[in-house]
């Protein structure tokens, strides 16, 4: 009887349990990645710009008070799915870090019957950061993509949204095409000619609309901004840097069963509110969570009084080694310290062009000191994570954290923003610029890394190969750690001809950052080289099996089974290659010249024949083929492809010497061909 008991007990607990997971709304959270708040209606923009989501904050409530606690994806997303802010997350910076053993907002609604699922654009919030703890399903497999766009995104999480599953859904979905270089169709571009940004927030507006549209009925949704993008206000190109409000405030909207419609608030809050009003809508109780999250509804009622929330940016020194800022808001003050104190009243100035902090108002005096004091040591000494760096993110310098000899970033933003320009300036060919540009940072700052780094890459590129050498051995030794700049060494050493150096710096590389892509490949074919295949496949088939394998990965693989005589396996290489590559018509010939080196001529001239086909304006496939049949003595099936190449895009010097080599073999027309 005791067991009979017992049974009927844990029946009608569990029956209890049914009953309120059935009563409980599905519950769909969307974040909006570097997303500006007032690019929405209720923070003042026009209305056209972004229609579904302005029509969800006059449906729903809005929150115009809200702020992150960093100007930083990772750890505003920590406080986001947990309520606490960084000091309990333990992630204060992009990359580095792994949330500390607090309760997250899937765990707590998992354990209440949701089945719980997340997709993520970004390898920002890959899982290994933890924060994919409480997810039963949570799509962050990106391969050797540097992110997901929004109609992916939305793709994704409607198909998890119709899987069959028990009990409510808690759906976690992430959109990064706000984030640099600001992505969109053309479509969309054209809407907004020149303002590559908008036309991003068009975009991701436009897919979350086709999110909301296929909701299932009765379905809580919450959308938020991590952070802004400053877009050159205060002198700031992008965000991470700097407190002010462009990359601090953010979008927070609430819509469905329990949330007041029509409703606006503006009083102070937080990302970390939003885990904690979620909570609650789901019937969870508020001591599930931890940190000092408030429920977003009180709010709405004017419950809760004044508000003093913590904000931080680390980025400074995980990138620059710069002063690191912490900074307190209330509300209209903002207190934000770095080498010194800088007070903002942002009800008078909301622009923040006014520092207050020398005469201070007196009803300013108490926030300040509630202003957090430095820790001891850097959360972020480490590593960034090497899927970042195609993001615009730089290596991470480490070393010992000293405040007192870190310069104030108020102090370097003529370097922030020559640094971001050279980048620009490199990527679209002005070389001169660039260098110029970045030279001067580095004279500025000698004793930022990155700065270094960036003028060594770019002398690089610019074939300056011992220059880079040069500077890049100088960011190598203030940060011995950044393997970026090893690699980029190692690449400036092989178009030198100086082989084993450059191995050498590809092992460093590799040996700091085992999941660092380029090193890997540029080892690997190192090994090739060598003849040490057993080296090499180890490489290949360890960056295949972890998914960090690229385009150039591929292509060595296929090398391998070519070597190997394994030709089908190495055709479904070359495949994935050209799948993978941001560069197929670079890929496809690379293709074509393993099969003439390994003597497979004919193949390889049947590539580079396709290469014309399909990338008409790409001159090495004519000018491998006009060289090839010179050296077959066939100068009559030369020429054409000569001078293919003038109808491309040539390098003066390489220009001229295919214009006499035209004209030289046009004079020889006629000729009988020696036998």
């Known amino acids: 009887m005791p067991f009979r008991r017992t049974f009927v007990c844990l029946a009608l607990a569990l029956a209890a349990t049914l009953s309120v997971s059935a009563q409980s709304p599905n519950i769909v959270l969307v974040s909006l990645d570097t997303f500006r708040a007032d690019r929405l209606a209720a923070w003042g923009a026009p209305p056209e710009l972004a229609p579904n989501l302005n029509a969800l904050a006059a449906k729903g409530a809005c929150f115009t008070g809200c702020s992150a606690p960093a100007p930083e994806t990772l750890p505003s997303h920590a406080t986001l799915l947990t309520g606490a802010y960084p000091s309990l997350t333990g992630l204060h910076a992009n990359g580095f870090g792994r949330l500390a053993a607090i309760p997250t907002l899937a765990e707590v609604l998992s354990a209440r019957g949701y089945a719980t699922c997340a997709v993520v654009a970004s390898p920002v919030l890959n899982s290994r950061y933890g924060l994919s703890k409480g997810f039963a399903a949570y799509d962050d497999a990106l391969g050797s993509a540097s992110s997901r766009t929004a109609n992916d995104v939305t793709d994704r999480a409607l198909a998890k949204l119709r899987a069959p599953r028990k009990g409510p859904v808690f759906l976690w979905v992430h959109y990064f095409d706000a984030h640099f270089p600001y992505a969109s169709p053309s479509s969309y571009a054209k809407r907004t000619k020149n303002a590559p940004y908008d036309s991003a927030v068009a975009f991701v507006d436009a897919e979350l609309g086709r999110l909301l549209r296929n909701l299932p009925p009765d379905t809580v949704v919450a959308v938020v901004s991590d952070h802004g993008e400053a877009l050159g206000d205060h002198g700031e190109p992008t965000h991470g840097v700097f407190l002010f409000q462009p990359t601090i405030q953010v979008v927070c909207l609430l819509q469905g069963p329990g949330v007041p419609a029509g409703k606006a608030s503006k009083a102070p809050a937080s990302l970390g509110d939003v885990a904690r009003t979620l909570a609650s809508l789901a019937g969870v109780p508020a001591s599930s969570l931890k940190g000092e999250g408030v429920d977003l509804l009180s709010r709405l009622k004017g419950d809760g009084g004044a508000r003093v929330l913590p904000l931080e940016a680390w980025l400074p020194f995980a990138e620059f080694r710069w002063m690191p800022l912490v900074g307190v808001t209330d509300g209209r003050f903002k207190w934000v310290r770095g080498k010194s104190d800088h007070l903002y009243d942002l009800s008078a100035d909301p622009g923040e062009s006014k520092d207050l902090a020398a005469q201070p108002p007196a009803e300013a005096a108490a926030l300040r000191a509630r202003i957090p004091e430095l820790p001891k040591t850097a959360p972020s000494e480490g590593q960034v994570d090497p899927a970042l760096l195609g993001l615009g ?283």
């Open 393 to 675: 993110y730089s290596p991470a310098p480490g070393g010992h954290f000293d405040p007192a000899v870190l310069p104030d970033p108020y102090d370097r933003v003529s370097v922030l923003q020559d640094v971001a320009q050279g980048r620009l300036e490199r990527a679209s060919g002005q070389f001169d610029r660039a260098i110029a540009r970045l030279r001067s940072a580095t004279d500025r700052d000698p004793g930022n890394p990155y700065a270094w780094f960036e003028y060594g890459e770019t002398l690089r590129r610019d074939g300056k190969t011992a220059d880079a050498v040069k500077a890049l051995d100088r960011a190598v030794s203030i940060a011995p750690q950044l393997y970026e700049a090893w690699t980029a060494k190692g690449h400036a050493l092989a178009a030198e001809k100086k082989s084993d150096e450059a191995g050498r710096c590809y092992e460093k590389a590799v040996a700091l950052q085992p999941d660092y892509t380029p090193a890997v490949d540029a080892l690997a074919a190192y090994y090739l080289d060598l003849n040490q295949p057993d080296k090499a496949v180890g490489l290949i088939e360890r960056a295949v099996s972890t998914g960090i394998a690229d385009s150039g990965t591929y292509l060595l693989r296929g090398r391998v089974h070519l070597v190997q005589k394994k030709s089908d396996e190495a055709a479904k290489d070359f495949e994935a290659a050209l799948r993978l590559s941001l560069k197929p018509e670079e890929t496809l010939k690379q293709e074509a010249d393993f099969y003439v080196i390994l003597d497979q001529v004919d193949q390889g001239e049947r590539l580079y024949q396709e290469g014309i086909k399909r990338y008409p304006g790409y001159a090495p496939n004519y000018l491998t083929l006009g060289s090839y049949f010179l050296q077959l003595d066939r100068p009559d099936k030369a020429l054409p492809y000569f001078k293919g190449a003038l109808g491309c895009d040539l390098e003066p010097t390489t220009r001229q010497q295919v214009q006499e080599m035209v004209k030289e073999l046009e004079a020889a027309q006629g000729t009988p061909r020696q036998p």
